[in-house]
């Protein structure tokens, strides 16, 4: 099983890895993702982001998304966190974090989710530059990478 | 019917949520669009490029052509860019 | 620039990546591999393990590996630590810590630096089982995985 | 020369190092391997397998035909096994 989290508050990637690793002896690889708020996007400098979500929803599809890795990959848990709310350059936006007895399947498992949560979890970003406020647009490189993993 | 808008569509319109009755004429998510179109220029605005437009039935992405009922939960929005 | 550690001591992942990223809004995405002592290989029930090291040369090999992921993948920065020594099951033995603006490098890389750290690093496990001790052959599945990377 | 030995090479030998004079005729690791052999039970058993064995001149992976000198320092251990 693993654990989804949608929340606006921080997360801290010591305590998350530890509240599903704990005494556990049969892991032999932890691959983690974090994503952060970068403070450029293209030549626009990016003061402040903020995250809406679709409540419930959201849940629900990380759920998704997380069902499907682990009929894929033999992984023995893992977790999703992903924030919403205002943000700023710096700040933790998402953590995935996976574990197996065997290091490929964490990190192809931990590749895939995060390449659907970038085109299939309802999210969106709208950033505050110098030059006013605009919501993200999807990046036709995101879907292909999602697309890749259908092969 | 409950109908939820999120980013721009939301922004567009002017608010995150309202309830309609479904008129009897209206079988599928198309039909719903261009009727919500007849009701103002933001609607217009806002799905004024439908290739933007993504939309969920009860939480779960459908196409323009699937059908609805006066008892869904119809979410437009723009293409999720989570992560 | 990326940090090589080889030590005897246990780190901590949260303390290893404040470290490389504090204050910094350059970075898209952190991806972390943790390599725990699994309690089981084959079907050996592992009591404990010990990992021997050739000082110096660990060092050089890891700081080698890095740097040709850092010439191959665009890395905001990065840490190796792996340790030597007597470990139980449970125990962390390596943590690979990758830094980019985009979350493909990151993955790529890291994936990268543990698959020739498997093959190139001069450490060698010996693991204790109730029928006794033995060192740990080389897995022919490692040379290959290291080897892809050559295309 | 300075040799140094790993895991189950060291241990068959029953030393982590060692320093040698390097006989004249020898001038690559193949030729010191057999020097060695001739050394001891010990150390025939340490190199018997030449596939797991792998080596090092003053800290960079050769291969056996690698030219050596006096100055070098030579390690010999099996595949290694980190990560």
């Known amino acids: ?151 | 019917m409950d109908l939820l808008y999120f980013a721009h569509v939301r922004e567009n319109i002017g608010c995150s949520s309202e309830q309609i009755s479904l008129p009897d004429n209206i079988s599928d998510v198309s039909g719903l669009i261009n009727h919500l179109r007849a009701k103002g220029i933001n609607y217009q605005s806002a799905f004024e490029n439908e290739d933007i437009i993504r939309v969920a039935v009860n939480q779960l992405y459908v196409n323009f052509d699937h059908v609805i009922s006066e008892k869904d939960e119809i979410a437009f929005f723009p293409p999720m860019t989570g992560g």
């Open chain 1, 1 to 151: 099983m693993m654990k989804v989290l949608v929340q606006e508050q921080d997360f801290n990637i010591a305590a998350e890895i530890a509240d599903i690793v704990s005494k556990r002896t049969d892991i032999g690889g932890i691959v983690t993702f974090t994503g952060l708020v970068r403070d450029f996007h293209g030549s626009n400098k990016i003061q402040k982001m903020t995250l809406e979500h679709f409540p419930g929803m959201a849940e629900k599809q990380l759920e998704a998304i997380c069902k499907t890795a682990q009929e894929r990959w033999p992984l023995l848990g893992g977790t999703v966190i992903h924030r919403y709310g205002p943000l700023n350059p710096g700040d933790q936006i998402v953590l995935v974090i996976t574990l197996s007895a065997h290091r490929e399947a964490a990190f192809d498992a931990a590749s895939f989710i995060m390449d659907w949560l970038k085109t299939d979890a309802p999210f969106w970003k709208k950033e505050e530059t110098l030059s006013g406020t605009h919501w993200v647009s999807a990046k036709d490189a995101d879907t292909l990478k999602a697309e890749k993993w259908q092969k």
